[in-house]
């Protein structure tokens, strides 16, 4: 909640609201050649639970107004669309390429109205989203927004970040909440890949699970599964044999 932020963050968060507003406002006047690029604010991590915290409070203050610059754009993907975007470091089909290029270009659109830390907060957003679809049991929706979480953090395939963000920013938090979705892809492809007896689900769990520890080696989870995904591996070469 709002009473939960500090001084400072509130003032961070409403400033960027505001600017943020002003730039959509004036957007609707201006011809493109003279929009002005606002400067970003600086944002204040000190790192661990209470930087994940700001992150959290950041995405949900920024929500909690409810203003049209605030809502996602409308999106022309079809439900379902990570099975053929997927999460490797290409798409695995040229229609997967194809989406998957539409998918980042939608996301590009939408990243031109935000600073660094409203990115960052879409990352956080869409993570949480996908975790609720997960609840739901809507298996698609669930990896759509996990697709878009990466496609806002700069870490989806092949897409390199390192010049995504500004030099100033603190990088290694976007790298925790994208190694973070990484973890949630994997945990779906391991249950798709039980469910439907499916090896190929482990291969891509895999790389999930290995994309996690390069952006954050720290992330216990992501080692953890690794482990089960060779016990899953096992057990399904068992089923098959």
Same mark, same amino acid.
């Given at each position: &909640? ?6 400072? %963050?509130?003032?961070?968060? +409403? &400033? ?5 507003r002003l730039q959509a406002q004036s957007c609707k006047t201006m011809e493109p050649k003279d929009q002005l690029d606002l400067p970003p604010p600086v944002p204040e991590f000190s790192g661990g639970r209470k930087a994940k915290?700001? %992150? !959290?409070?950041? @995405?949900?203050?920024?929500?909690a107004e409810d203003c049209e610059c605030c809502v996602p754009s409308k999106s022309a993907m079809a439900p379902g669309f990570w099975k053929i975007v997927g999460f490797g470091e290409k798409a695995e089909s040229e229609e997967?390429? *194809? ?8 996301? #590009? ?12 907060? !879409? ?11 997960? =609840? ?14 990466? !496609? @806002? ?13 500004? /030099?100033? +920013? ?6 925790? %909440?994208? &190694? ?5 892809? *994997? ?11 499916? =090896? ?5 769990? %895999?790389?999930? &699970? ?6 954050? /080696? ?8 690794? $482990?089960?995904? #060779?016990?899953?591996? $096992? ?7």
């Amino acid at each position: &909640s709002h009473g939960c932020l500090s001084t400072s %963050l509130r003032a961070g968060l +409403y &400033s960027a609201w505001r600017r943020r507003r002003l730039q959509a406002q004036s957007c609707k006047t201006m011809e493109p050649k003279d929009q002005l690029d606002l400067p970003p604010p600086v944002p204040e991590f000190s790192g661990g639970r209470k930087a994940k915290l700001q %992150l !959290a409070a950041a @995405f949900n203050a920024a929500h909690a107004e409810d203003c049209e610059c605030c809502v996602p754009s409308k999106s022309a993907m079809a439900p379902g669309f990570w099975k053929i975007v997927g999460f490797g470091e290409k798409a695995e089909s040229e229609e997967g390429q *194809a989406t998957r290029m539409a998918l980042l270009m939608e996301v #590009d659109k939408e990243v031109q109205l935000m600073n660094p830390i409203e990115r960052t907060g !879409a990352v956080f957003g869409w993570r949480r989203a996908g975790e609720m679809a997960l =609840q739901d049991e809507d298996w698609e929706g669930a990896g759509d927004c996990y697709a878009r979480a990466l !496609a @806002f953090g700069a870490a989806l395939g092949e897409v390199d970040g390192a010049t995504e963000f500004p /030099p100033w +920013y603190p990088r290694q938090e976007v790298d925790k %909440l994208c &190694s973070e979705v990484l973890v949630k892809v *994997a945990e779906l492809e391991i249950f798709l890949a039980k469910k439907e007896d499916n =090896q190929d689900g482990l291969r891509k769990a %895999l790389f999930a &699970s290995n994309r996690a520890l390069q952006l954050d /080696p720290s992330n216990l989870l992501a080692e953890a599964l690794r $482990r089960q995904i #060779d016990s899953e591996g $096992r057990e399904l070469r068992l089923k098959a044999a």
